[in-house]
C-alpha cells in the first residue's frame, strides 16, 4: 500500500468527506432530483430506497442522457465548460433544463447508476483517491464501522485536501 508523507498521509476519508448528506429518493422525478442538486450546487448525490437504504448516485450526467432526445443520432452542442467556474458548470443543466421538464414519469431509479462505490470512513486519502482513479468515480459513499452511509468524498474533496496541506506546508 502506497503511503503519503506528512499530513496527507494521515487523512482517512471521515477527515475530507461531506458528511452534510443530500440525499435522493429513488421514486422521485428527475425533474425533482434536478432541482435537489442546482439548489445545492451538486452534480450528484446518493440514492435511498423506501427503507432508507442507500443504493446508488444520481450524476448530472445521468440526468442529461435521460432528457437528451432518443431518435437524435449526434447529441446538441453543449455549451463551453470552462474549470474553476461553479456557474459555468450549471450552463450545461441550464442547457437542457427545457428538457427536463418534459422527461414525463421518469424517476431516479431508472437512470441512476446502480453500482454504489463505498470506502470505509478510516480509508487512507490515497486509497480513497485510488479508488476512485479505479473506477472513474466523481464521488463515493462513505460509510461507518456499522455499513451505515455517513458521507460523501468527491474528487472535490480530494483536490482540496491536498491544496489545504500544501498550503499548510505538510
Known amino acids: 500500500m502506497t503511503e503519503l508523507p506528512g499530513r496527507l498521509g494521515r487523512l482517512a476519508a471521515r477527515d475530507i468527506m461531506t458528511s452534510k448528506l443530500v440525499i435522493l429518493r429513488d421514486d422521485e422525478p428527475i425533474s425533482t432530483a434536478a432541482a435537489t442538486l442546482k ?51 450549471w450552463e450545461l443543466f441550464e442547457h437542457v433544463a427545457d428538457n427536463i421538464e418534459t422527461a414525463g414519469d421518469e424517476v431516479v431509479s431508472q ?41 460523501i468524498v468527491s474528487t472535490m474533496d480530494v483536490l482540496a485536501a491536498m491544496i489545504n496541506a500544501a498550503d499548510e506546508g505538510a
Open 39 to 89: 439548489e445545492h450546487g451538486i452534480t450528484g448525490a446518493p440514492v435511498i430506497d423506501q427503507h432508507n437504504s442507500p443504493i446508488g448516485m444520481l450524476s448530472l450526467s445521468d440526468i442529461i442522457q435521460t432528457v437528451l432526445p432518443e431518435d437524435v443520432e449526434t447529441p446538441r452542442p453543449a455549451p463551453e465548460v470552462l474549470c474553476g467556474d461553479a456557474a459555468h458548470t
Open 111 to 151: 437512470r441512476m447508476s446502480r453500482l454504489l462505490v463505498t470506502v470505509a470512513d478510516n480509508t487512507p486519502l490515497v486509497e480513497v483517491a485510488r479508488v476512485m482513479c479505479d473506477g472513474h468515480w466523481h464521488r463515493v459513499a462513505v460509510v461507518d464501522e456499522s455499513g451505515n452511509l455517513c458521507g
